[in-house]
């Protein structure tokens, strides 16, 4: 998600994050999880506070924003060599 809001974008929806996602598990050679589970890990991180999730009827079509400053997301992460290379 930091990769998808660099730049001027703030929010997405959870079907474009999750596009996203299997773009990422491809290019790094990973098996992904499927949608349900991406909505799943959406749900867990908004309940941590890292994320917030909108309302809609639809889970494909909920808005996702980041809720913490991407530098503070990448800081944690430093020390694994695979996040990192996400983030690149």
Known sequence: MVKLFRGSKKDTTVQELNRSYIELCKSSHIPQAGFLETSNMCRVLSDQGILKIGQSKDDRSKR?????????????????????????
Do not use: S, Y
Not at 70 to 81: N, Y
């Open 64 to 88: 996702v924003t980041l809720k913490v400053d991407e530098a503070d997301i990448t800081f944690a992460l430093q020390g694994i060599r695979f996040f990192l290379n996400c983030l690149q």
